[in-house]
């Protein structure tokens, strides 16, 4: 296997380089070759090759491409911050969608077609039903999904073999340089009171659970939309006790709000929570409950 991560310098692309670096140094040792691309932050790797990669640029993607020859490619990368897509639509599309297109159409110019695996959103959805499944209609509320979901619809017609992998919140190790939202909570409630909504629901996902979904779905080459999610629903607030409980810090420290009475400049989805069976069917997708992923993070520190 030769496989491309791109966002290698983000939360997940960071950590799915580790895991992919650490199932390479089994024995599928010489079976597997790995090119971590970021866009401005340069990472270093054990094993895998480092590469900048500049998603807006159509020659670049063709050119790290044509070099490189990937069998398999994650697309990781993305212009993920909801708040700076709603203040840059523009730069959002040009990322989200465009560098998308770019990434896929040099996939698909190679002799060979590499399986693609294109990491979307939860945010995808309207929040108005919760639980959603593969099948559920799509009706994005913010500019981030909405440039996510037209990356979708163009990766669904570009004839590459390709998964469409649904994410939903991803918490993962306590990394100041590659933060999720974990890092950002527990710095706010740790010396603070912290307001946070009860009527905003998502499945929180363990970035660890995740890498090892899309390891599946590439070994498998499984084609059309999967969601890899946690498998509990959870408010920010409820997720945010647990985390002060796991992580010893008081619990009043935890305010709780609603997202029916704050007043946001941009709309938010309600209740974006995903059904992950059909991962657990095809994949034998397990995460770990949020409480023992946290008490992980919590020793590992
Ligand atoms: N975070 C979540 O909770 C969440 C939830 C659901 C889905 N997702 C999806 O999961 C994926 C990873 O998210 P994340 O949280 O790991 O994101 P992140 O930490 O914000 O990292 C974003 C990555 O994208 C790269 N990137 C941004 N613009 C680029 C460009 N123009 N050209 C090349 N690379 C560029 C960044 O590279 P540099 O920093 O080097 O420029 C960085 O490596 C994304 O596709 C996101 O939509 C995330």
């Known amino acids: 296997m030769r496989i491309l991560v791109t966002g290698a310098s983000g939360h997940l692309g960071f950590h799915l380089v580790r895991y992919l670096e650490r199932v390479g140094s089994g024995a599928e040792k010489d079976r597997l070759e790995l090119v971590a691309a970021f866009g401005k932050t340069p990472v270093s790797c054990e094993f895998a090759n480092a590469k900048s990669l500049e998603l807006r640029n159509p020659d670049a993607c063709r050119g790290l491409l044509n070099e490189f020859q990937p069998t398999h490619i994650v697309h990781a990368a993305a212009m993920a911050n909801t708040t700076e897509c709603e203040q840059n639509p523009e730069l959002a599309a040009a990322?989200?969608?465009?560098?998308?297109?770019?990434?896929?159409?040099?996939?698909?110019?190679?002799?060979?077609?590499?399986?693609?695996?294109?990491?979307?959103?939860?945010?995808?959805?309207?929040?108005?039903?919760?639980?959603?499944?593969?099948?559920?209609?799509?009706?994005?509320?913010?500019?981030?999904?909405?440039?996510k979901l037209e990356g979708e619809r163009i990766a669904s017609s570009s004839g590459l073999p390709l998964a469409i992998l649904r994410s939903a919140l991803i918490f993962g190790p306590l990394d100041r340089e590659r933060p999720s939202f974990l890092y950002w909570l527990l710095e706010g409630i740790k010396g603070r009171a912290v307001t946070l909504f009860d009527d905003e629901f998502r499945t929180p996902v363990y970035v660890e659970d995740l890498c090892s979904g899309i390891w599946s779905a590439m070994q498998q080459e499984v084609t059309g939309i999967v969601h890899l999610a946690g498998a509990e629903r959870r408010s920010r607030y409820n997720f945010a006790l647990l985390v002060a409980e796991v992580f010893g810090i008081p619990t009043e420290h935890v305010v709780r709000g609603l997202l029916a009475d704050a007043k946001l400049p941009f709309q938010r989805p309600v209740d974006v929570s995903m059904n992950i069976s059909q991962a657990r069917r095809i994949l034998g997708f397990a995460p770990l409950s949020n409480r023992s992923a946290l008490e992980i993070i919590r020793d590992s520190v």
Not at 120 to 127: A, I, Q, R
């Open 95 to 147: 990322v989200n969608t465009d560098g998308t297109r770019n990434l896929l159409e040099a996939a698909a110019a190679l002799k060979s077609k590499p399986h693609f695996s294109l990491i979307s959103t939860d945010l995808v959805f309207d929040g108005a039903k919760g639980n959603y499944s593969e099948v559920d209609n799509t009706n994005p509320l913010m500019v981030y999904g909405r440039t």
